[in-house]
């Protein structure tokens, strides 16, 4: 397994909560559970560091990042600048699974299956950036879920249903695709990603004052 291709399975471990914010990552553990040399593992970590997901303490290891109101602002920022023009011009939108991913969504928040409703949110989320067809932009999303969970996980430990919150906002997009506004599910879906920035920050902001 090469470099690249170990980054990427540990971006994927990170968006399904597998790691902790601050967490240290295990050289010999990782190795192991990918079966690749420490000098392989160290270049994957090399990628994720400079991506910000890591960062490399002297003498210390390599330590997931810890999210902060910067953090967050950014991965936000990112995703409002993609996923929308994805949904405004993307030529191959699957808006039957999109439909299906919401009907898995609401028997997730029946279920209070909580790590489900979150993989089917991601889901979501990227088969609308799919319908771009674009790899670079599919790895770009991989890499900010990766962000998003690292960002999260804190809420998520003190409050577990805090993403079910954004079943309506995603029934609500597809409707207004199905009703031949993409334009309008666009600007819409632009809006309620910057209202889940600010919603996230504050949560985190409430955890570090220890008023949460």
Known sequence: MLAHNVSAEIR?????GEFAPGQKLNEVALAERFGVSRNTLRE?????TSEGLCE???NRGVFLATPSPEFVTDTFRARAAIEPAALLWGPDLDVDRLVELNAEARVAIEEEDDDLFIAVNQAFHHVVLASMGSKTLGDTMDQLDAFLRLAT????EREPAFNRRFIEVNE???ELVKAGDRQ???DYLQEQLMKQAEAIIEMIEA?????A
């Open 184 to 186: 309008a599910a666009s």
């Open 172 to 174: 609500h997009i597809v």
């Open 153 to 156: 996980l804190p809420i998520l």
């Open 12 to 16: 994927r471990a990170i968006s399904r």
């Open 44 to 48: 994957a970590f090399a990628m994720l």
């Open 207 to 211: 955890i570090n004052n220890g008023t």
């Open 56 to 58: 490399r303490i002297p």
